[in-house]
Structure formats: structure tokens, C-alpha cells
């Protein structure tokens, strides 16, 4: 009985409380990286679904979480009720693409790291997570290009030769490497695995190929999808 009074009371003289500044600037620091990781996912981002809307919920979530922190570290009484409520709680949220998770954990750590005062390893982190997103958003970029087949078809193949096509894609595509030929009476098809430096560059093409004659179709494809002009 001593014992478990003498527990009580140390869970009761357990509460240390907390700095009014260091939680402030704690708290706005979290909105601030939470709003900016928002821009980042709206900008970024590659989900079908409302980016800017879905970002929108970042900043309220981390500093909820960085309050939830701040309070619990403070109280190993509180840490305890709060493993109470969060077994009778249940959250659910309709996360459509593994995307959307990681940006969601994103936003829990930054309140977390700023909830534990740690803000130099939480603002470092953050930092050097933005420099991967850009980068791995370049290197994305840089191989659009890549693994684009393009399939050419013309209902007059006397009108429009392999050769023709062939010069206009040399003129506009970093790499040519054509993959099937269909030829017959009345319909010429040719499947092409293609690189092409930019969307400039590509509309030139296409449009330089439709130039050839009306009865042209072009379909592109690529590991993301499918687009038919």
C-alpha cells in the first residue's frame, strides 16, 4: 500500500511545465515547415487527387501534434492517459496513394521533433528531406523521355513513307529505335521506342508528323499511362 502511494505521488510531482516562449516559437516553427511542405506537395507532388486541398490540412496537423507532444513529455501521468485515449480512439482517413502517407508522416515528425525541442534536428532533417524531393523530382524529369513508345498509323500508305516519319522523329527526338512495321493496302502502322528532350520538343514532332498527311494517328504510351491524339 506505501508502495503504490509512494507512485502516486510521483506521478503526481512529475509535471514539469512547460517554457511559454519556447513552446510559442516551437509552435509557429511548426506551422511554418508544415506550410512549406505543403507548397512543396502541391508542387511536387504526383497524387490525382486535390493537392492544394489535402496539403491544407499539414500545418494544423503537425502543431496539433507538436501540442500533444509538448503537453505529454511534460507529465508521465498525461503520457499514460494518453496511451488510454489513443486505444479507444480510432482515426481513418481515406489515403488513396502511398504518396499522400509519407507526406502525412512527414508532417507528424516535424511536430514530433519540435514537440521533443529538438528544433535544430527537426529544421536540419527538414532541409535535407526538401533537397531529396528536388532531386529526385529532376532526375524524374530528366526521364520523362525514357520508355515512350510512339505508334504512328495511316489509312493511305501510299501518301506517307517510313522514311518520312523516320526523319521527322531524328529531327526532334534524342533517341529512335523502332520496335514494329505494319504495312498492308489500305493501313501503315509503326511502333517506335523514343526519346524526346522536353513536351516542346514533342509537340514539335507531332505536329511536324500530323503535317504529313490528314490520315495520320498518333498514340503515345509510356509506363505511367496511355495518351491517344
Not at 502516486?8 to 511559454?20: D, G, K, M, N, R
Not at 502543431?63 to 488510454?84: F, P, R
Not at 493511305?156 to 529531327?171: H, N, Q, T
Request: charged share 25%; net charge positive.
Amino acid at each position: 500500500m506505501e508502495k503504490l502511494k509512494t507512485f502516486e505521488e510521483f506521478l503526481a510531482t512529475q509535471s514539469v511545465p512547460l517554457p511559454v516562449w519556447s513552446f510559442t516559437l516551437n509552435l509557429a516553427l511548426a506551422a511554418l515547415l508544415a506550410f512549406a511542405l505543403g507548397k512543396v506537395y502541391t508542387r511536387y507532388g504526383r497524387a490525382l487527387s486535390n493537392r492544394s486541398r489535402f496539403a491544407g490540412n499539414f500545418v494544423l496537423l503537425a502543431m496539433a501534434t507538436m501540442l500533444i507532444i509538448s503537453v505529454v513529455k511534460s507529465s508521465i501521468a498525461l503520457s499514460l492517459g494518453l496511451v488510454g485515449a489513443l486505444s479507444i480512439v480510432r482515426f481513418r482517413a481515406a489515403i488513396k496513394e502511398p504518396e499522400e502517407l509519407v507526406y502525412l508522416f512527414l508532417t507528424i515528425g516535424i511536430g514530433l521533433g519540435l514537440g521533443a525541442d529538438q528544433r535544430l534536428v527537426t529544421v536540419v532533417s527538414f532541409a535535407v528531406i526538401l533537397a531529396v524531393i528536388r532531386l529526385k523530382h529532376r532526375a524524374e524529369r530528366r526521364d520523362e523521355g525514357q520508355n515512350l513508345y510512339l505508334t504512328i498509323g495511316a489509312d493511305e500508305p501510299s501518301k506517307v513513307s517510313l522514311g518520312a516519319i523516320v526523319d521527322v522523329l531524328r529531327r526532334h527526338c534524342d533517341e529512335v529505335d523502332m520496335k514494329r512495321f505494319d504495312e498492308g493496302p489500305n493501313r501503315l502502322e509503326a511502333s517506335f521506342l523514343v526519346s524526346f528532350p522536353g513536351y516542346g520538343a514533342l509537340e514539335a514532332g507531332k505536329s511536324e508528323l500530323r503535317r504529313l498527311h490528314d490520315s495520320v494517328k498518333i498514340a503515345f504510351l509510356d509506363n505511367r499511362g496511355i495518351g491517344l491524339e
